[in-house]
């Protein structure tokens, strides 16, 4: 099945620390990698829409400048939380679809807990 | 504007069926997806519906009425590991999911 690792699993740093997530498709191809943010008891709130070869397309309310986001390739994008801060800490999550079909879901990656002191 | 409607919260015995609706109001629609979330997990993609009707598999199935913008999700014979939330989420006609905040569900013995 489809397979999507994220790295790092968990992350505790500073505060003003740039704190960087990679999301890869592991046996899939997708243009299209989602980036969401849940706070403990509270559902999913996507950030962004990353595309492979273009500028991500963030949800309104999410600062670009913050949170970057890059998608260099079919199998990879990766999100940088720059000077996070302890209101960043949360569970980060990608997701990708597949190239073949929009029919095919959204597989989601394991998940980063970030905390930040 | 777009809105997805799940129950917060469900209790159920094991053993037991349990169903969870969602209703959704989308502009455009292109298929209904259903995920589990374990507390602390990601979600893992559970259903998939685009035309209406019942889709099986295994101790899960899924059903959905496009007229009336309505899903259920029925699990059977449940498991404690099925305590869990189960996420309605939408493809709108921008092939975008919208998310409902998920229904928890507790499973007793």
């Known amino acids: 099945g489809a397979v999507v690792s994220q790295h790092p699993s968990w992350v505790i740093c500073k505060s003003g620390t740039s704190v960087k997530i990679e999301c890869r498709s592991l046996d899939f191809q997708a243009t299209t990698m989602f980036w969401y943010r849940q706070f403990p008891k509270q559902s999913l709130m996507l950030m962004a829409t990353?595309?492979?070869?273009?500028?991500?397309?963030?949800e309104q309310g999410v600062e670009k400048d913050k949170f970057l986001i890059n998608h260099a390739s079919l199998t990879l994008s990766t999100l940088t939380v720059t000077s996070a801060h302890p209101e960043d800490s949360s569970f980060y999550i990608c997701?990708?679809?597949?190239?073949?079909?929009?029919?095919?879901?959204?597989?989601f990656g394991d998940g980063t807990r970030l905390s930040i002191l | 504007g777009q809105n997805i409607d799940q129950p917060t919260e469900m209790t159920a015995t094991e053993g037991a069926i349990v169903q969870i609706n969602c209703t959704y109001q989308t502009s455009g629609f292109n298929g209904l997806f259903w995920y589990q979330q374990h507390a602390g997990e990601a979600p893992t993609f559970l259903s998939y519906n685009v035309l209406d009707g019942l889709e099986e598999k295994g101790r899960f199935s899924s059903f959905l009425s496009r007229s009336k913008g309505y899903s259920y999700l029925l699990l059977k014979e449940l498991q404690m590991k099925d305590s869990a939330s189960y996420l309605c989420?939408?493809?709108?006609?921008?092939?975008?999911?919208?998310w409902g905040a998920g229904t928890k569900l507790i499973i007793k013995p």
């Open positions: 997701s990708a679809r597949p190239l073949t079909g929009e029919a095919q879901p959204q597989h």
């Open positions: 989420a939408v493809r709108d006609s921008n092939y975008q999911l919208i």
């Open positions: 990353s595309n492979e070869g273009s500028k991500a397309t963030y």
